[in-house]
Nanobody, 124 residues
Framework: QVQLVESGGGLVQAGGSLRLSCVASGRTFSSSGMGWFRQAPGKEREFVAAISWRGANTNYADSVKGRFTISRDNAKNTVYLQMNSLKPEDTAVYIC?????????????????WGQGTQVTVSS
């Protein structure tokens, strides 16, 4: 099992930027695919971005392509989500997840460990 702690959320105006961080501890972080998901009030959890174990492959939801960038630093057991050109519809709790596989999975079924989430609010 891996423990995940997110940080970096907050309140930002539309068009602004935030960088989320997720620090992992426990089983080997560097051999796990990692993902970011988000959940807005009254909506289901949705995929945002994922990165493979060495960072060579990434996947993004269509709604964030070109605006968000996922990256990782295996030496620091940390995965990041750089969010630019934020929109009010990006408002949600952003949740980090670790997969037991190595790839950049897009389905939440592939992820077994989840953080508590960090709130991102984008004002118009």
């Amino acid at each position: 099992q891996v423990q995940l702690v997110e940080s970096g959320g907050g309140l930002v105006q539309a068009g602004g930027s935030l960088r989320l961080s997720c620090v992992a501890s426990g089983r080997t972080f560097s051999s796990s695919g990692m993902g970011w998901f988000r959940q807005a009030p009254g909506k289901e959890r949705e995929f945002v971005a994922a990165i493979s174990w060495r960072g060579a492959n990434t996947n993004y939801a269509d709604s964030v392509k070109g605006r968000f960038t996922i990256s990782r630093d295996n030496a620091k057991n940390t995965v990041y989500l750089q969010m630019n050109s934020l929109k009010p519809e990006d408002t949600a709790v952003y949740i980090c997840a670790a997969s037991r596989g190595r790839f950049a999975f897009t389905s939440y079924h592939e992820y077994g460990d989840w953080g508590q989430g960090t709130q991102v609010t984008v004002s118009s």
